[in-house]
Nanobody, 123 residues
């Protein structure tokens, strides 16, 4: 069993930066792939990025490529999402999710989810 808690959301001006954290409790966290997803009001939840176990592979949605960076610290059971040059369209509730071994872009493949953290962008 794995529990995930997101933090780091808040209000930031367009062009600014935020770093989200996803802290995990449970065994063998290093064997899980972790994804970030987001959901804006009125929209479906969408994929943002994932990182596989052992940082072998990372993958990003086209909309955030070059601006966001996902990383992990297995010693501290935490995955980060560094978000730079934020745009109004990035405003959403951000969720982290975990699944065994392989990361995917599909939220249906993830078994464990956090409650989300709100990111608000002022223009």
């Amino acid at each position: 069993q794995l529990q995930l808690v997101e933090s780091g959301g808040g209000l930031v001006q367009a062009g600014g930066s935020l770093r989200l954290s996803c802290a995990a409790s449970g065994r063998s966290f290093s064997n899980y792939a972790v994804g970030w997803f987001r959901q804006a009001p009125g929209n479906e939840r969408e994929f943002v990025a994932f990182i596989t176990r052992g940082e072998i592979k990372t993958y990003y949605a086209d909309s955030v490529k070059g601006r966001f960076a996902i990383s992990r610290d297995n010693a501290n059971n935490t995955v980060y999402l560094q978000m730079n040059n934020l745009e109004p369209e990035d405003a959403a509730v951000y969720y982290c999710a975990a699944r065994w071994f392989i990361g995917t872009m599909s939220q249906n493949d993830y078994h464990y989810w956090g409650q989300g953290t709100q990111v608000t962008i002022s223009s």
